[in-house]
């Protein structure tokens, strides 16, 4: 069902390679409240996935661009301006890859020059992309710009590698920059922290399933699915969140409070027995 929440606004999706992706259904569901939308990614995930299926769907263009390079997000930015006539109302940061967890490489053995690529892409590009936002005065007055992060970033996931210490920084990058942004030109910039999700890129994370079965019982109102992801980021691109920012927000059911449930418990006995 549609509201109309984003009616008249324009903005940029980065990341969706295929209909598994989060960036995918918060594409569809922008579009849905009446938004006009840009897609990108870099060139080689616009090859391997079905980005331009999802644009003719959507009546968006499709707009290549490395998020770790300064000067393709510079070409971006200034393409959107220009394709949509104005300013932009909102942008989602759905970015993410680690060498190491490809590469099966354990954290306590990392490969630093694999890190390094991981902090680069998983949370720097962040910055980059804000400071050229910001720079070209892109965003619209109380425009929202939002990135996708995980609990890891603030309780130890075994596993999930050094794309925790990547989600650490995203949020830290999120709060450091927002408080400028906010200040100087009303932007809001927030962090969203999902649910374990059967995406491409987190199948490529060990163990995924058993994670995403044990986090469905911890959580009151069970695993939040990419569809609910959609819904709740496009209330942040909306106006109805003018005055929140600066926040790493948990859209997990209610995991990341939790402690053991009775049914965790007694799973967890019968495996010891």
């Known amino acids: 069902m549609a ?40 060139p ?36 959107a301006l220009e394709y949509f006539g104005g300013k932009i109302d909102f942008v989602l940061h759905s970015v993410g890859m680690s060498p190491n967890v490809r590469k099966n490489i354990p954290y306590e053995v990392s490969n630093y020059a694999n890190m390094m690529k991981t902090m680069d892409i998983s949370a720097i590009s962040f910055h980059k992309l804000l400071q050229v936002l910001y720079t070209k005065n892109a965003m619209a ?3 929202s ?22 989600k650490a920084m995203l949020e830290s990058i999120a709060r450091s920059f927002g408080a400028i942004y906010g200040r100087k030109h009303k932007v809001r910039v927030n962090t969203v922290s999902q649910s374990p999700t059967m995406t491409t890129a987190g199948q490529g994370i060990a163990g995924l399933d058993k994670l995403f079965a044990m986090a469905d019982d911890l959580s009151p109102l069970g695993n939040a ?5 959609a819904d709740y980021i496009v209330t942040l691109f909306s106006d109805l969140t003018r005055k ?8 997990d059911g209610g995991y990341s409070q939790m402690a053991i449930t009775p049914s965790v418990l007694e799973a967890y006995g019968k495996g010891r027995e």
């Open 3 to 42: 509201y109309n929440l984003l009616k008249g606004k324009r903005g940029i999706i980065f990341g969706a390679l295929n209909e598994l992706s989060i960036a995918w259904k918060v594409a569809e569901r922008a579009v849905e409240e009446g938004a006009e939308i840009l897609l990108t990614n870099t």
């Open 44 to 79: 080689v995930s616009i090859r391997l996935g079905s980005i331009n299926h999802l644009a003719e769907r959507c009546g968006a263009i499709v707009v290549p661009a490395d998020a770790t390079s300064v000067e393709e997000l510079e070409v971006l930015v200034d393409k």
């Open 141 to 143: 007055e109380y425009g």
């Open 145 to 166: 710009v939002v990135a996708l992060s995980y609990l890891a970033a603030q309780r130890t996931v075994e596993g999930y590698n050094d794309m925790a210490d990547a």
């Open 225 to 229: 699915s990419a569809d609910d992801c």
């Open 244 to 251: 929140v920012t600066m926040q790493n927000l948990y859209h």
